[in-house]
């Protein structure tokens, strides 16, 4: 069995160098598109954690597989700390991806016909960034932006 103090380095220095440059680049650069948002090192100590070993389909207390416990108690405190910062009843922290994720915010803040501003995909943007295809370019004023192609700034 591993150790959870096993370390990367002097094990596979290969495999920490590349990490250890994308932890630059990460630092060095803006990254726009939501799915790639960047985590704070406490989220990342959390996804660190032995809770990414453990899989818990349904909800605390209502799961598929044993051994949820300390899930439940990890999820419970997500919803009622989301309860408490929107002061709502009900919450659920679980998004199925960022597609539904992006949906539920869009369902939840905005009104029909209500103008989001998106990258447009063919630079970058993402469908559920407006695009027509996209529930979100049908049900919302979408408004694309894009790159300038001579420079690769945003042309806003």
Known sequence: MFSKHDQLQGYDDELLAAMDAEDRR???HIELIASENYASKRVMQAQGSGLTNKYAE????????????????????????????????????????????NAAVYLALLNAGDT??????????????????SSSGKLYNAVQYGLDTATGLIDY
């Open 116 to 133: 989001i501003l998106g990258m447009s995909l063919a630079h970058g943007g993402h469908l559920t960034h407006g695009a027509k295809v």
């Open 58 to 101: 349904g909800y605390p207390g209502k799961r598929y597989y044993g051994g949820c416990e300390h899930v439940d108690k990890v999820e419970r405190l997500a919803i009622d700390r989301a309860r408490q910062l929107f002061g709502a009843d009900y919450a659920n922290v679980q998004p199925h991806s960022g597609s539904s994720a």
């Open 26 to 28: 990460q630092e060095d």
